[in-house]
């Protein structure tokens, strides 16, 4: 009965982390521009060792690559929001100083007029370096990523001035999978690598935002599902319990 139990603890062990990612994902389900990246599974495979081939324990295999399912698109109206297309992504500087990617587009100007996404992320230009808007100036982004300001305070038809153009890059033929700090970077790579362009060109929708890509009904079904699983692996343990008790229990009789 040992035996037992033992699978019933591995088999909690090995579900672990697709519940604390599925916990994450709930929380980010309204988070502006959040992707899913997480998919798990638990399989019986064979242990290897001495005796017969009969010892079978759970294992679970996990791929961690990021879902570029598009998200739901909300009009806001506010210039410095944007909906990034298809798979394209927008480089930023990560807290640790390193070329990072991400999804989230509402955008807004620091205090040290850089424009920066809601979470704190500087946005890097083209160029590599931040993408600085001068003072008092109104910024508008085009589909191309290129960004424009005009001065408010002039007088009469002004022609709107190229600030920069914002780092996008093409992720449809590139992994990416999640960061320490919940920004992208390519799978298998060091920190800070860049994209290698892909086939389709990058472009975004000003003055709308993608929310998050996770169905908040699957991942409370999912969640539903793994508090079973780990309920019945709970009463395995307690039946095995029982089991070895009676089987104690007749030979004190004898």
């Given at each position: 009965?040992?035996?037992?139990?033992?699978?019933?603890?591995?088999?909690?062990?090995?579900?672990?982390?697709?519940?604390?990612?599925?916990?994450?994902e709930m929380a980010n389900a309204t988070t502006v521009g959040f992707k899913r990246s997480f998919e798990s599974s638990v399989r019986a495979i064979e242990v290897e060792?001495?005796?017969?081939?009969?010892?079978?324990?759970?294992?679970?295999?996990?791929?961690?690559?990021?879902?570029?399912k598009a998200g739901p698109v909300m009009v806001t109206g506010n210039d410095l929001d944007i909906s990034l297309s298809a798979h394209s992504v927008l480089g930023v500087t990560a807290p640790d100083g390193t070329l990072a990617f991400t999804?989230?587009?509402?955008?807004?100007?620091?205090?040290?007029?850089?424009?920066?996404?809601?979470?704190?992320?500087?946005?890097r230009a083209q160029g590599g370096g931040?993408?600085?808007v001068p003072l008092g100036v109104k910024v508008t982004i085009n589909a191309d990523g290129s960004v424009?300001?005009?001065?408010?305070?002039?007088?009469?038809?002004?022609?709107?001035?190229?600030i920069g153009n914002l780092l996008l890059r093409?992720?449809?033929?590139?992994?990416?999978?999640?960061?320490?700090?919940?920004?992208?970077?390519?799978?298998?790579?060091?920190?800070?690598?860049?994209?290698?362009?892909?086939?389709?060109?990058p472009g975004l929708t000003s003055?709308?935002?993608?929310?998050?890509?996770?169905?908040a009904i699957g991942v409370?079904?999912?969640?539903?599902?793994?508090?079973?699983?780990?309920?019945q692996q709970v009463n395995m343990i307690k039946e095995s319990k029982s089991c070895d008790e009676s089987g104690a229990t007749m030979m004190k009789a004898s």
């Amino acid at each position: 009965m040992d035996r037992l139990a033992f699978n019933a603890v591995a088999a909690i062990n090995e579900q672990r982390v697709a519940r604390q990612m599925a916990t994450n994902e709930m929380a980010n389900a309204t988070t502006v521009g959040f992707k899913r990246s997480f998919e798990s599974s638990v399989r019986a495979i064979e242990v290897e060792g001495a005796g017969l081939k009969t010892r079978f324990q759970p294992q679970s295999f996990t791929e961690d690559f990021i879902s570029m399912k598009a998200g739901p698109v909300m009009v806001t109206g506010n210039d410095l929001d944007i909906s990034l297309s298809a798979h394209s992504v927008l480089g930023v500087t990560a807290p640790d100083g390193t070329l990072a990617f991400t999804r989230r587009g509402d955008l807004r100007v620091n205090a040290a007029g850089a424009l920066e996404t809601g979470n704190g992320n500087v946005v890097r230009a083209q160029g590599g370096g931040a993408l600085t808007v001068p003072l008092g100036v109104k910024v508008t982004i085009n589909a191309d990523g290129s960004v424009y300001g005009i001065d408010p305070a002039q007088v009469g038809t002004v022609a709107p001035v190229l600030i920069g153009n914002l780092l996008l890059r093409d992720s449809s033929t590139t992994p990416l999978q999640r960061r320490e700090d919940g920004l992208f970077a390519v799978a298998g790579a060091p920190k800070g690598q860049d994209i290698t362009p892909g086939p389709i060109k990058p472009g975004l929708t000003s003055g709308a935002l993608e929310g998050s890509n996770v169905n908040a009904i699957g991942v409370m079904v999912k969640m539903m599902d793994q508090a079973r699983s780990f309920e019945q692996q709970v009463n395995m343990i307690k039946e095995s319990k029982s089991c070895d008790e009676s089987g104690a229990t007749m030979m004190k009789a004898s």
